[in-house]
């Protein structure tokens, strides 16, 4: 009885202090256009249903922020966030709050405090010490591996020449998997060869477990999701995952400490330097939990957003015939007849298909939505309203980039529109698939490389055709619920 009572005031005080606060974060967004909104639950009705009309919902919300200064409010459970779709407003949070919201924190379990989702402090001294690894004079190191995987790929396409049509992305993920994995640990995995390994597996599961639990919102609070039989199957697959990678950190470790035995300069010629390789005897000496959080996080991140954006645009080029056909001359203007991989002065050439990349991302962006912690009251100047500390703001990079920043045809396919002359009088945060500011993509370049190489064999070795890419649905990323689909023809050049 008298823990009961000590409860039930615990929940009076709260409910009391959150309806003070709940006033002052109203008052100070009144301003803001808000869809009407439930009891208890806010506007929590719009993650109900499955995830294609979850993100008809957010487009809801998009257009209701359009026409308001492009900002609207949602109210999820006691929680206020701000949806922005202005480039503006969005750079304003982008630069100024840095700490991630608190939905990320489902990847905590998995991902510890790789950059991803680490707290802002310990982020700001360790992106310092990443940066350099990801600088194009790296990346660049890794052409080869792109060049040799991507000749896999071609390979392993040539059985749906001239078949049905197809959905490309599981081939695509699996180069770009072994791709990530051997510039990443320095492991070649052999996933194009053999995509059915109990690692992959397990990834596979905590994804589709984590995916789950982001959309609905009665698996959100840890004490539901601990009844359930994915918090069991989450951790299972999880410690799978991380025994996976802390064997392949132990190893590196003792190959590093030899090395310095044996006072082997970390330069050896003609030997793969991985990203864990360059993560050994830095300025900030990191443990081995901490090297497995950043090398998971690296290769979680890095892997279906690459793989995504690739089939997107193969996609597109298989609708829009005409760009295909500017994209292979491109292609013959640098390479002539040749198959071989691209190299670093062959990828600065590919001007043309780098535009119809950035537009594929623009249309189709793969990390729809940003959400970070206001954790200062901070001033939006378009929607001209000073967002209160405890918000949550929500980016919509998918609504950004379909708004009138991009003129009225904004839903046309128009590679065309990057062109310098096109872009100048631009917002710079019109564009923003790889997010904006400090904590925005540290692997864009690197991710650039990838697509860039792999775009540029598929073209060359096979014509695509595509129907429309049809209905999308949001999890992490964004899908199309009947996949990456095209047909493929031999080209003879
Ligand atoms: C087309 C490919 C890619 C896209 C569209 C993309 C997009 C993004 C976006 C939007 C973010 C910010 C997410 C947020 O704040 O919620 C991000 C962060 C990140 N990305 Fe990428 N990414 C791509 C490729 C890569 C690659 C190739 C790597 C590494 C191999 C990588 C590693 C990371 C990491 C580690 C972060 C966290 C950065 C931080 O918080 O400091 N990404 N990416």
């Not at 492009?70 to 630069?95: C, H, M, R, T």
């Not at 379990?109 to 950059?115: K, Q, T």
């Not at 397990?202 to 589709?208: F, I, K, W």
């Not at 990678?245 to 082997?264: G, S």
Request: aromatic letters at 8%; charged letters at 25%.
């Amino acid at each position: 009885m008298i823990i009961l009572a000590i409860i039930f005031i615990a929940v009076c005080i709260y409910w009391i202090y959150w309806l003070a606060h709940a006033r002052r974060m109203d008052r100070m967004t009144k301003s803001l256009p808000v869809l009407p909104t439930l009891p208890l639950i806010g506007n929590g009705s719009l993650f109900l249903g499955d995830t294609q009309q979850i993100l008809k919902n957010l487009w809801t919300v998009a257009n209701l922020a359009f026409k308001h200064k492009n900002s609207a409010k949602l109210w999820l459970g006691p929680k206020l966030y701000v949806a922005i779709g202005d480039p503006g407003d969005a750079q304003v949070v982008l630069e100024n709050c840095l700490d991630k919201d608190v939905v990320y924190r489902f990847l905590r379990p998995w991902l510890g405090h790789g950059l991803f989702v680490a707290p802002v402090n310990l982020w700001k001294t360790h992106r310092k010490v990443l940066l350099p690894v990801f600088h194009n004079k790296v990346v660049e190191e890794y052409l080869g591996v792109i060049a040799e995987q991507a000749d896999v790929l071609i390979d392993r396409l040539a059985e749906r020449i001239d078949g049905e049509k197809f959905d490309m992305l599981k081939y695509i993920t699996a180069c770009t998997l072994d791709i990530v994995f051997e510039t990443a640990m320095g492991e070649r995995m052999g996933v194009q060869q053999s995509p059915d390994t109990p690692y992959l597996r397990a990834r596979h599961t905590v994804m589709t477990i984590l995916n789950m639990r982001l959309f609905k919102v009665w698996l959100q609070p840890d004490c539901l999701f601990n009844l359930t039989q994915y918090a069991k199957q989450q951790k299972d697959n999880i410690d799978l995952t991380h025994k996976f990678t802390d064997e392949v950190v132990q190893k590196r470790r003792l190959e590093y400490e030899e090395n310095k035995k044996k006072n082997i300069v970390k330069e050896q010629r003609g030997k793969l330097r991985a990203v864990l390789d360059l993560l050994f005897g830095r300025e900030i000496e990191f443990t081995d939990e901490q090297l497995r959080e950043h090398i998971d996080s690296i290769t979680i991140a890095g892997n279906d957003t690459t793989a995504l954006v690739i089939a997107y645009t193969l996609v597109l080029l298989g609708i829009h015939q005409d760009a295909q056909e500017k994209v292979l001359a491109e292609q013959q203007s640098i390479f002539g007849t040749s198959t071989q991989g691209a190299t670093k002065d062959d990828l600065q050439k590919m001007h043309y298909l780098e535009r119809v990349i950035k537009e594929s991302m623009r249309l189709y962006t793969v990390v729809p939505i940003i959400a970070r912690n206001v954790d200062r009251d901070i001033y939006l100047p378009t929607c001209g309203v000073t967002l209160p500390a405890g918000t949550g703001a929500v980016i919509g990079a998918f609504a950004i980039h379909r708004s009138a920043a991009w003129g009225p045809d904004h839903d046309e396919f128009d590679p065309d529109r990057f062109l310098p002359e096109r872009s100048q009088t631009r917002h710079p945060a019109a564009f923003l698939p790889f997010s904006y500011g400090s904590r925005n993509c540290i692997g864009r370049n690197f991710g650039m490389l990838i697509m860039k190489s792999i775009i540029s064999s598929v073209v060359r070795s096979y014509k695509i055709e595509a129907d429309d890419i049809g209905p999308l649905k949001i999890e992490m990323l964004l899908f199309p619920i009947n996949g990456h689909l095209i047909k493929i023809s031999k080209r003879t050049l």
